[in-house]
């Protein structure tokens, strides 16, 4: 996306809504040395953060994840990303083919050494329908390591980046204060966000009513409605107040500081009550600090676990 296409963006999105004096613009970078000449256009268009996909600060990795950068672009980009923009995030993927615990203990530590704002650190994880889960099912991917092997992995994750003054706020994002990603927060607190382009989805409240929004996928087809000023390739569904609340609480509780209960009462009781019972049933490792319950943090690698036996009953989990 060239600067002038950011700038156009930003342009009408600050003439159909009002912009506050702390508004965050991210954008999402990758780190090729051809995007990174771009920096100075997009800050200038008024991109105030910037998040690098770094993923990984090995070549033969990088090769393995599909991705089109060296680590010495990576290095570079985000370099140049620092003295261009206020506040910089990058990604880092783990659990990768072949690493051992010793190699990401390495890798972590050089890249906190960097001295990002914020870090985004995910496990790699093999989803369906994707490049990696058909390489997965011709086993053709080798070396992944064991659950006991990535659960160590994120332990060490979580001790590294917090005893470098990080907070771990979110499951895989770690802040120093003050740069917690803000339009994250809003997903992760059940907040509205608009969907616009190819694919996006969005979440909408009108009149007490949760909409889900979704844009068709297809990035032609798209356009072709947009340049016909066809509406039909959004599609809006209202959801009953179960769905809404069992998001909240699959969001919420990826969160440290967890959920809040009395907002989770008006959006639906019944899965309140739901949760308060299967906290008993379960013995189910959750903290209560004020209105908010959170999973302990000694817990949180079970999140997913934690999170199916909290709704158990509300015949949405999983």
Request: glycine fraction near 6%; hydrophobic fraction near 35%; proline fraction near 3%.
């Amino acid at each position: 996306m060239t600067p002038e296409t950011v700038d156009q963006i930003l342009s009408t999105a600050r003439a159909e809504w009002s912009f506050t004096n702390s508004i965050e613009v991210t954008l999402e970078a990758n780190p090729t040395s051809v995007e990174a000449q771009s920096f100075s256009g997009y800050r200038d268009a008024g991109v105030n953060r910037v998040s690098v996909g770094i993923q990984a600060l090995n070549n033969a990795d990088l090769k393995n994840l599909g991705r089109l950068h060296t680590a010495e672009e990576a290095l570079q980009a985000l370099q140049t990303a620092r003295t261009t923009f206020d506040r910089v995030s990058f990604d880092l993927i783990y659990a990768r083919q072949f690493q051992s615990l010793l190699n990401w203990e390495d890798e972590l530590t050089s890249c906190i050494a960097l001295n990002p704002d914020h870090l985004s650190l995910y496990q790699l994880t093999i989803e369906p329908n994707t490049a990696f889960g058909a390489r997965y099912d011709r086993g053709s991917l080798a070396g992944l390591p064991s659950d006991d092997l990535s659960a160590d992995m994120y332990e060490l994750t979580s001790r590294l980046t917090n005893s470098a003054g990080y907070e771990t706020y979110e499951i895989s994002n770690y802040a120093r204060a003050g740069q917690h990603s803000k339009h994250n927060m809003i997903y992760w607190q059940g907040g509205d966000y608009v969907g616009v382009g190819p694919g996006a989805h969005g979440r909408l409240t009108r009149s007490s009513q949760r909409i889900a929004t979704t844009n068709v996928a297809s990035p032609g087809a798209w356009l072709k409605a947009v340049e016909q000023d066809v509406v039909s390739s959004t599609t809006y569904e209202s959801l009953s107040s179960e769905e809404h609340a069992v998001e909240y609480v699959l969001m919420s509780l990826r969160l440290r500081k967890g959920l809040d209960q009395n907002h989770l009462e008006k959006i639906d009781a019944r899965t309140h009550d739901i949760l308060l019972k299967n906290i008993d049933k379960y013995q189910l490792p959750i903290e209560q600090r004020g209105d908010y319950i959170r999973i302990a943090d000694d817990y949180r690698i079970l999140t997913n676990a934690v999170l199916t036996q909290l709704l158990s009953s509300s015949g949405s989990a999983g």
